[in-house]
């Protein structure tokens, strides 16, 4: 399986990294970040392969390089409807849309609150065609005691999505 796995935006930069450094080794990990989020990087990442936003003909950019699912995490406003539209102006937009047009998994993790009424057109659009639109939200029957816990189980319910096995935080009884 190959996997990227994408920042955009500054605010909650650190649940996208943290979802990165528990992809199981075994899975080939790519990563991108925008501009905003290059000043958290954790540069104990050594297992991942990155990318330069700027670098639109990476391998990653090509349907033929055949990616098997992608994450945006934290996915901003502006990466969301970008990706909307179709505008691929960097390679985190661009590897958007070839899961798209690949019929790949694309979880968006959007992390304004409240959500305008242009975000979530945006997001019903993309939902229509079977993005998967996963902001970072808690249920509370896996009774989270820590921030820890529930960025696991935000995480862990992300690569539920991704059939990426993990027991990283309690199911539903």
């Given at each position: 399986?190959?996997?990227?796995?994408?920042?955009?935006?500054?605010?909650?930069?650190?649940?996208?990294?943290?979802?990165?450094?528990l992809?199981?080794?075994d899975?080939e990990?790519?990563?991108i970040?925008?501009?905003?989020?290059?000043?958290?990087?954790?540069?104990?990442?050594?297992h991942v392969?990155?990318?330069?936003?700027d670098?639109?003909?990476?391998?990653?950019?090509?349907?033929?390089?055949?990616?098997?699912?992608?994450?945006?995490?934290?996915?901003?406003?502006?990466?969301?409807?970008?990706?909307?539209?179709?505008?691929?102006?960097?390679?985190?937009?661009?590897?958007?849309?070839?899961?798209?047009?690949?019929q790949?998994?694309?979880i968006?993790?959007?992390?304004?609150?409240?959500?305008?009424?242009?975000?979530?057109e945006?997001?019903?659009?993309?939902?229509?065609?079977?993005?998967?639109?996963?902001?970072?939200?808690?249920?509370?029957?896996?009774?989270?005691?820590?921030?820890?816990?529930?960025?696991?189980?935000?995480?862990?319910?992300?690569?539920?999505?991704?059939?990426?096995?993990?027991?990283?935080?309690?199911?539903?009884?």
């Amino acid at each position: 399986m190959k996997i990227v796995i994408a920042t955009s935006g500054a605010s909650g930069v650190n649940i996208g990294l943290k979802a990165l450094s528990l992809v199981p080794k075994d899975i080939e990990t790519h990563f991108i970040m925008s501009e905003n989020s290059k000043t958290v990087l954790d540069k104990e990442m050594n297992h991942v392969i990155q990318h330069e936003n700027d670098n639109i003909s990476a391998s990653i950019a090509s349907g033929s390089f055949a990616v098997d699912a992608m994450i945006i995490a934290p996915c901003s406003m502006n990466t969301l409807a970008k990706i909307a539209c179709g505008i691929s102006d960097n390679l985190i937009t661009r590897c958007a849309a070839v899961m798209i047009k690949e019929q790949k998994k694309l979880i968006l993790a959007p992390r304004e609150m409240p959500f305008s009424p242009i975000a979530l057109e945006n997001m019903q659009k993309l939902s229509i065609i079977g993005v998967s639109i996963a902001p970072p939200v808690l249920a509370y029957y896996s009774k989270q005691q820590t921030l820890e816990d529930m960025e696991n189980f935000i995480i862990g319910k992300w690569f539920d999505l991704l059939g990426i096995k993990n027991d990283f935080y309690k199911r539903w009884d």
